[in-house]
Structure formats: C-alpha cells, structure tokens
C-alpha cells in the first residue's frame, strides 16, 4: 500500500487552526484563498478529514471584551459551517466526526485558545461548552485568571490559580480535553495533579530539539503520556528548530509590527510591510522532514500512542518547507512511510491518538 492510499483511509485530524481570526476579517473558506493556510478546497486536497479551529482571545482584552469576541469568533465560525453545510459540519465528538466522514463530510471541531473568556465563571465555562467548545487551552502569551503562561519571565500563581484548580475539576466532570500549550511549567504539573483525566497539547513541539518554553521537555512528555496523553506536534517553524528560530524572531517582530500598520493603513504602508514579509520569508526554513523529527522524538521516548499533528495554521506567519499549507498534509505520511513506519502506527498519528481522547 503506497502513501497516499494510507492517508486516504486513515482519519486525519490537524488539532489547532487558527483560521477563525481570518472568518473575522472577512476571509471565505469556500474557494481556495490566496492568503492563510486553510480552506475547504485544500482541506479535501490535503485529505484532512477534521480540524480544530481556535477561538483565540488576546492576553491584552479585558475579561469582558475576551468573552465578546470569543462569541463574535464562534458566530463567524457557524455562519461559515451553515454557508458550506454541504461540504463541513459541526462536530462534537469522535463519534460525530466519524460518521461525518462517512457521509461525505468534513468535520470542524472548535477549542478555545486562552481561558480569559470563561472569566470567573464556571456557568461560562459550561456556557461555552454547550456552544461546541471541545478542549480548552487553559491561556496564551499572558498569566490569566486560570494559570501562568510559559511567555512571561515572573509567575502570577506559581502555576495553576486556586480558580483554575475548580476549572480542571469542571472540564473533567463536562469530558473537555484540557490542553496545555502555551502553560508554564509549573501550570502543566499542575494540571497532572489535579486532573483525573488524560491531557493534551494541542499545538507544542519538543524542547530536546528546539529550545524555547513553548515546547515540552522529555519529562514532561513522558509524564504527559504516563497520564494518558497526547502531544499533538506544531508546524511553527521557530519552535521545530532553534538555529532558524535565531534568525527569525527580529524579523518576525518587524513583520508583526508593519503587518498591523497595513492592515489599519494599506495604502500607506504596503511598501514596508511587503518588504518585511520577504525578509522574512527569505529565511531558509526547516522542512516538513523536520516535524517528523518531532515526531520521531515523542515515539522514541513514549511510543507511537502519544503522538499526533497541530498544525497552528493561520496562526503562524508561515509553515515548513513543503508544508505551507493544509493540502501539504500527505508529504507527512510519505515521510512516516519512507521513514518506516507501519501502516497502523501512521493512523494513530495522523488522527487516531487524537481520537481516542475525544
């Protein structure tokens, strides 16, 4: 059996897409775009059977302002699904994006990227949980009301809140995946000890081969799949590899800045921001052979059951060589395929481990 015939009958899942901050500027994911990662086209052409898309709120909202526009996100999120109902649906369940496969369908599964729009509330949490909020990642780039954030140099809580601590109690008793990308170190133990379900990271690569705070350590790993887990591998270019990561955060903040100061001003500075894109691109960047490395790491360490893919598309600036986009998914299992793998062992990883949580 050749590659492409593999992933065409294993279920492929990308477990964090951030496409519904582009469904807010206005972006259609009915055609292929031009812009992003994502659309409904390229998710067919890639074989991508479900994807997780982000309700991300900034660390820099207040709580009122996060929980408005984690529900303005969501709403733009439906409109898309009732616009394309022939092609994607909802799904809140493994079960549910099962059978959607077997209709014909592709699934859209949502998870909450930053806790900051539940605020203090435990009958939000359990708000947004009927809305279709399946995991939640407990906070992003800032100390929140739940927990530390891996960003900051200084801890608010010394890792979970005594908020939090009734957070992870709630999110087991409603069967929501508790993700823990982007937590302090402290928080992610935290959450070990004080959840009675298995965990995820929905979007984290390895510390052991790309040196930064957002990945996890070889400890971690292994005491996340001891629990249960999933480490779900992220496509961000930075966090794969620590030599380009050298070269690419000075750049990346000029980009970010002129990117912002397009989007408010076009006409007046296009010429800057377009200047800063190239820069920027003109990185050579580690390839999608790189994210296998990443997998290869967590299957060395853990086995081949605590392993799967987070893409962070339309969340990053730009993805791995070979793998810009959510039609590039294939060139992994051809990887997996080249590399050794069996045919089972792929499907776990492409989709299968992820599932077995939900």
């Not at 809580?157 to 982007?182: A, Q, R, T, Y």
């Not at 496509?235 to 590899?241: A, E, G, I, V």
Request: net charge negative; hydrophobic share 35%.
């Amino acid at each position: 059996m050749n590659y492409l015939e593999i992933h065409k009958k294993a279920f492929v899942l990308d477990s964090h897409c951030d496409t519904p901050l582009e469904l807010s500027r206005g972006a259609k994911i009915d055609k292929k775009r031009k812009e992003g990662h994502f659309d409904l086209t390229r998710m067919k052409e890639g074989g991508v059977d479900a994807v997780f898309f982000a309700i991300y709120t900034s660390g820099s909202l207040s709580p009122d302002q996060a929980t408005t526009r984690a529900l303005e996100l969501i709403a733009f999120t439906y409109d898309a699904l009732e616009e394309n109902y022939n092609k994607v649906s909802l799904a809140r369940s493994a079960q549910e994006a099962l059978f959607n496969k077997e209709s014909g369908l592709k699934s859209i599964f949502l998870g909450m990227e930053n806790g900051a729009p539940i605020q203090n509330n435990l009958s939000l949490l359990r708000l947004f949980n009927d809305l279709g909020i399946t995991y939640m990642t407990l906070c992003h780039s800032k100390d929140n009301q739940i927990c530390d954030s891996c960003a900051p140099k200084t801890e608010t809580w010394g890792g979970l809140s005594p908020f939090g601590k009734e957070v992870i109690k709630e999110m087991n008793k409603l069967d929501m995946l508790i993700d823990v990308s982007h937590i302090s170190d402290n928080s992610f133990y935290d959450v070990l000890k004080y959840s009675s379900k298995p965990v995820v990271a929905t979007h984290s690569c390895c510390r052991a081969l790309a040196n930064h705070p957002r990945n996890l350590t070889d400890q971690m790993i292994k005491d996340l799949a001891s629990n249960g887990g999933v480490v779900q591998i992220n496509f961000y270019p930075p966090f794969l590899d620590s030599d380009y990561a050298t070269k690419f955060w000075p750049l990346c903040d000029i980009f970010d800045e002129q990117l912002d100061l397009y989007r408010k001003f076009p006409r007046k500075h296009k010429e800057s921001f377009i200047e800063a894109r190239d820069n920027l691109f003109s990185i050579p960047r580690p390839s999608y052979k790189r994210v296998v490395d990443h997998i290869d790491h967590v299957v060395n360490l853990v086995g081949i059951e605590h392993v799967g893919l987070g893409s962070d598309f339309d969340g990053i600036e730009i993805g791995p060589e070979g793998l810009e986009s959510i039609d590039k998914f294939p060139i992994i299992t051809k990887e997996l395929v080249e590399r050794g793998y069996k045919k089972e062992d792929i499907e776990l990883i492409l989709g299968g481990n992820f599932l077995k949580l939900l």
